[in-house]
C-alpha cells in the first residue's frame, strides 16, 4: 500500500515537472518588450553612458552601439542581458512605448546567466 502512494506522490511530482517545463518553454516564445528603440532611451534614463551598460550586461560595446544605431540585429540572450540591466534599476518595457520607471516592479525578464545560450551574448 506504501508503494501506491509513493508512486501516487511521484506521478504528481512529474506532472507539475511537466507543466512547469510547458509553461517556461511557452515564456520563451513570447516576444521581448526590450527592443532596440529602448535602449539608447533608457541609457539616458539611468544616465549610463555605452561602457557602463556593457559592464553592467556582458554585451560588448560595439554590439550595443550597432543596435542603437540599428545597423544589427542582436541575439534574443543578448536583448535579454540588456533589458535585465536596465529592469534591476526599476525600468520597464512596453512594446511601443518609451521606458517607464516602475512604481514597485523590476521588470519580468528573467536573468539571461540562467540560460544555457548564455556563453552567446554578442
Given at each position: 500500500m506504501?508503494?501506491?502512494?509513493?508512486?501516487?506522490?511521484?506521478?504528481?511530482?512529474?506532472?507539475?515537472?511537466e507543466i512547469?517545463?510547458g509553461?517556461w518553454?511557452?515564456?520563451?516564445?513570447?516576444?521581448l518588450?526590450f527592443?532596440e528603440?529602448?535602449c539608447?532611451?533608457?541609457r539616458?534614463?539611468?544616465?549610463?553612458s555605452?561602457?557602463a551598460?556593457a559592464?553592467r550586461?556582458?554585451v560588448?560595446?560595439k554590439a550595443?552601439?550597432e543596435?542603437?544605431?540599428?545597423a544589427?540585429?542582436?541575439?534574443?540572450?543578448?536583448?535579454?542581458?540588456?533589458?535585465?540591466?536596465f529592469?534591476?534599476?526599476?525600468?520597464?518595457?512596453i512594446?511601443g512605448?518609451?521606458?517607464?520607471?516602475?512604481q514597485n516592479?523590476?521588470g519580468g525578464t528573467?536573468d539571461p546567466?540562467?540560460r544555457?545560450?548564455?556563453?552567446?551574448?554578442?
Amino acid at each position: 500500500m506504501t508503494e501506491k502512494v509513493f508512486n501516487m506522490d511521484q506521478a504528481r511530482r512529474l506532472k507539475k515537472a511537466e507543466i512547469d517545463k510547458g509553461f517556461w518553454l511557452f515564456a520563451e516564445d513570447l516576444p521581448l518588450g526590450f527592443s532596440e528603440a529602448h535602449c539608447a532611451k533608457a541609457r539616458e534614463m539611468v544616465g549610463w553612458s555605452v561602457e557602463a551598460l556593457a559592464f553592467r550586461s556582458g554585451v560588448s560595446t560595439k554590439a550595443i552601439r550597432e543596435l542603437e544605431l540599428g545597423a544589427r540585429k542582436l541575439r534574443r540572450v543578448t536583448m535579454q542581458a540588456l533589458s535585465f540591466s536596465f529592469e534591476t534599476e526599476g525600468l520597464i518595457f512596453i512594446p511601443g512605448q518609451e521606458p517607464m520607471r516602475g512604481q514597485n516592479c523590476r521588470g519580468g525578464t528573467t536573468d539571461p546567466r540562467e540560460r544555457d545560450d548564455f556563453h552567446l551574448i554578442e
